[in-house]
């Protein structure tokens, strides 16, 4: 096991290097990073030289990467382009409140989809498995932002016409509440809930259908033959197995979840990497903007490498050698 | 089993699935009483093509043909969107501002702040989010056959290089690279957005064409085509592609499906198609501001999104269940 994921490690580094490499060459050839500071009039020649400086723009591309490549190692990925701020500690501020929301958004799809997945499974054709069928159609065809609108519309309307305040609408937190985790809560929770939803609809079906595959397997006929209570084989025979495969569809789940969170997070005014990543997008500046593809791609790799290695260890038919 | 991939249609209700007894008048070679007495004998030696089957077991999902139905008026009002249309998509009468959705002039769908009729900017919006998601579904399935093809057909260490890099481009937050090169590339006419879409939506063929191709590789018609001397690219297209179709026709709808959302975000968010071109996506975007007074020019573009994908994914269903029984369906 051991040997397998220091194995697994090491292939990632290649990978890392590709990607990193395609990430500038792709940002790189999308356009010069200055014709928009070349349109603000405030900018003088002297500071766009300074930017072509100090990322060796007039260099050939190769020794631009390399540059960039070191910057992310020595110099947490250097400036913005205007060179006004380091990049580092804002996407570390961002992150956060983006992780708290992932994070959240993955544990309510998960629990909510292993339940629904399971009474569908257990009680197949009943009114509640077309219910949820219906549901999940329904959640795989809904756009992210339009959810996201409706709710606020929703909420919105409830707070004007009830002056009861259920859920926040947008920000993070309101100055001066009383009680931090609950004031948080409060704003988390309708983008949690777009967030979640995509999830719920997936997972269930997903949970359903493994579900049906070990519930008609020879094992849970011979524990119900053996007069295993029914609650019993659900739970210990069926559920153990048919999560397994669940465990990797949940961690390759982030790399969606990150794409998610920017169209969340614009809507929901939230001050996490979606906001971070377009705002940035919006002046064009590209430094920012391969940081925060680097780092999201990074945290992605890493949660498949997760996945892989908590899959063989529940797993022991998977051996890997 | 062992494929756990989700599948969101194996159990909707459908029709039972009895063989009927052929019509007369589809058999017209077989006279009345020879047709009886194969009947009594439980023979029943109706030849049918690939295709006919496949059509009758589609069919049988009655969900997939009427979503069919809905989804074939949908295309045609946005191929004759001009004749459909009550007004331009860019036309403004200030006089006609902040309407609610009424008969009266012909805003069905209300009119926004500029007194632009949403109704129609939802028509041209159905075209451009139609023409651009066909687009998509065309490229990538293009790329993704003739990748997946040449992957599985030679095998080897060249499979090996060309799967690992789809891996790779699996592994990247899609929608995140999407959003920042489209926004970096800047100008998003439709065909422009297209494209980028599509480099990045053929890896799901690919693995399935490629998957395919490793074991129609071994079997007897292709050993027979290679014994006769048949070229690699002749076996390719003439023998495996065409044995392929089901999976690629599968997921070119499901691609559909997926382009229509994608292409809907990056529109919302400003980095799709650009204006004046109407996008479904952009339209809500713009009634954004307005949602709380005037939230039917939210609905409306929205509502039009949900229908669209819902029929694509019952017709990609019904199609799955046609012709390709085996295949699983597994979302980007």
Same mark, same amino acid.
């Given at each position: 096991?051991? *040997? ?33 500071? &070349?349109?603000?009039?405030? /900018? ?42 380091? *990049? ?58 339009? +959810? ?56 269930? &079906? ?13 094992? /849970? ?6 007069? !295993? ?84 260890? +529940?797993?022991?038919?998977? &051996?890997?050698? | ?18 063989? &009927? ?51 074939? *008026? ?18 403004? !009468? ?98 422009? !957005? ?40 002749? *076996? ?57 007074? =005037?939230?039917?020019?939210? =609905?409306?573009?929205? !509502? ?18 046609? +012709? ?9």
């Amino acid at each position: 096991m051991l *040997i397998f994921v220091v194995r697994r490690l090491l292939y990632s580094i290649p990978v890392l290097i590709i990607t990193s490499f395609l990430i500038f060459w792709a940002v790189t050839v999308s356009g010069d990073p200055l014709t928009t500071v &070349r349109q603000i009039p405030r /900018v003088s020649q002297d500071t766009i030289n300074a930017i072509i400086e100090r990322n060796h723009l007039l260099e050939p591309f190769l020794v631009q990467y390399w540059e960039w490549v070191k910057s992310a190692f020595t110099d947490g990925f250097g400036t913005t382009l205007l060179g006004d701020a380091p *990049i580092m500690p804002d996407i570390r501020r961002v992150l956060g409140n983006t992780l708290q929301l992932i994070i959240a958004a993955e544990i309510l799809s998960v629990i909510l989809a292993a339940i629904i997945g399971v009474v569908s499974a257990v009680r197949q054709y009943s009114a509640f498995d077309y219910t949820a069928t219906t549901f999940s159609f329904l959640g795989f065809a809904t756009p992210t932002f339009f +959810l996201a609108l409706l709710l606020q519309i929703l909420f919105t309307n409830l707070y004007l016409s009830t002056d009861v305040r259920i859920f926040f609408t947008s920000g993070l937190s309101s100055a001066g509440a009383d009680n931090f985790f609950i004031d948080r809560l409060q704003h988390l929770a309708l983008p949690v809930i777009t967030l979640a939803v995509l999830g719920i609809a997936q997972f269930s &079906r997903y949970v359903r259908a493994s579900m049906l595959e070990v519930v008609n397997s020879d094992y /849970v006929r011979t524990a119900k033959a053996k007069g !295993v209570k029914k609650r019993n084989v659900v739970m210990k025979h069926a559920l153990r197995n048919a999560l397994i495969p669940f465990v990797t569809a949940i961690a390759l789940d982030f790399g969606g979840l990150f794409g998610g969170a920017i169209v969340t997070e614009t809507i929901f005014g939230i001050d996490g990497m979606g906001r971070y990543l377009v705002g940035h997008l919006n002046t064009r500046d590209v430094y920012p903007v391969m940081a925060w593809l680097m780092i999201t791609s990074v945290i992605v790799i890493l949660f498949n490498l997760i996945a892989d290695v908590i899959y063989g260890y +529940l797993d022991p038919r998977i &051996r890997y050698d | 089993m062992t494929n756990p991939n989700p599948s969101a249609s194996e159990h909707l209700p459908r029709a039972p699935q009895v063989d &009927r007894p052929p019509s007369p008048d589809a058999t017209p070679s077989i006279d009345a009483d020879e047709l009886t007495s194969f009947h009594e004998e439980g023979l029943e030696v109706v030849a049918r093509s690939q295709w006919q089957l496949a059509r009758r077991r589609f069919f049988r999902h009655k969900l997939a043909v009427g979503s069919l139905i809905v989804l074939m *008026i949908i295309v045609l009002v946005g191929v004759f969107a001009e004749q459909i249309a009550p007004y331009s998509y860019r036309e403004q !009468v200030p006089l006609d501002a902040r309407m609610a959705p009424t008969l009266e002039g012909q805003h069905y769908f209300g009119t926004d702040v500029l007194g632009r009729d949403y109704f129609s900017r939802t028509v041209f919006g159905i075209r451009t989010s139609l023409y651009v998601a066909g687009v998509v579904a065309l490229l990538s399935t293009l790329i993704g056959a003739l990748y997946g093809a040449v992957s599985g057909y030679f095998g080897g260490w060249i499979d090996n290089m060309m799967m690992r890099f789809v891996d790779l481009v699996l592994t990247l937050p899609i929608l995140a690279v999407l959003i920042v090169i489209a926004a970096l590339l800047g100008n998003g006419t439709p065909i422009r !957005v297209a494209v980028i879409l599509a480099l990045f939506y053929w890896t799901t063929l690919a693995r399935i064409i490629r998957g395919n191709f490793l074991s129609l590789r071994e079997k007897e018609y292709v050993e027979a085509a290679k014994a006769s001397g048949a070229s690699d690219i002749r *076996i390719i297209f003439r023998h495996m592609l065409p044995n392929s179709m089901g999976p690629i026709v599968v997921n070119a709808t499901l691609i559909v499906a997926t382009a229509i959302l994608v292409e809907a975000t990056l529109s919302f968010l400003g980095f799709g198609v650009q204006p004046p071109e109407p996008a479904l996506g952009k339209l809500i975007d713009d009634a954004r501001g307005f949602m709380q007074s =005037m939230p039917w020019l939210v =609905m409306a573009p929205g !509502v039009t999104i949900v229908v669209i994908v819902l029929c694509i994914n019952f017709v990609g269903d019904g199609l799955r269940d046609a +012709l390709d029984p085996t295949q699983r369906r597994l979302r980007a």
